[in-house]
């Protein structure tokens, strides 16, 4: 993967969380997607059956281009003569990297092309803000469009501060098909303030949810000298991944 980095913001901020927005202005990689990305390499089947895949909050977007790459692979019988042709069982994809910053979402426009993925890879402007967390019928994009609701939803460290837990869940729940799935990775509420209400957030709007210590469980994926390139790892730092279905009606 090659990716341009920049900058990115906290939404809404306040006298209160200065200090985190000075944080989140660190112009580097987070490390819930450099996990997130790890754990998908190991779970590709999470994604063969999705025809509509959205990362939220995408930064530079790691964790949605890595899904747009795999679902290209998974897609594209190679032949021995080094052609490729579609696999027929599957439905055509399309992977959109959703963020509620300009520059975020320019930055994310280079990064598709520079990987390749321009075929089945878009940008969406999405704050957290503007979804109800009550419809069934999708998500509004900045321009107040209504998007069609997605199978998979993605996303890493995209809580930066107590209200964004509210505002992420309403959005998972709307953006999400009835039966469709979230992946998401955060830091624990020691150094992402908020994360710690994201369960009881989820449950508000109906969301099932399971949440396992990425340091537990997956511990493999916190491994290695590259999390330390990563925006405000610390060695000990403690990642959640929550495992989150929107029940069929
Ligand atoms: C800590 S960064 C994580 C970026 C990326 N997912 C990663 O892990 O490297 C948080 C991201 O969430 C985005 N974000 C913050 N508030 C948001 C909101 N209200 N709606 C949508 N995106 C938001 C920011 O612009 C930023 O890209």
Redesign the pocket.
Known sequence: MRLFIVA?????PTPQNASIVRL?LSPV??P??VVLSRWLISNSSVLSKANRILE?????G??GLLAARMTKKQRALTTLDGSASTNDDSPPCEVIL????HT?LENLERNIALNEVENLCRTAG????QQPGTTQIGWKDMEGHSQSPVDVIL????I?QPS?AL?AANTIYDALKPGGRAYVVCADAAHRFGVDHFERECSRVGLQLKSCSVGDHYPSLVQGDDMHKTAGFIDGMNLTMFFIEKPNQ
């Open positions: 990115r913001t906290v939404s809404h989140l990689m987070w819930s997607a939220i909050g995408a930064g530079c790691l964790v959703s963020d509620f910053n975020v999405l704050d957290f803000y996303a890493a460290d995209m930066c964004d505002y």
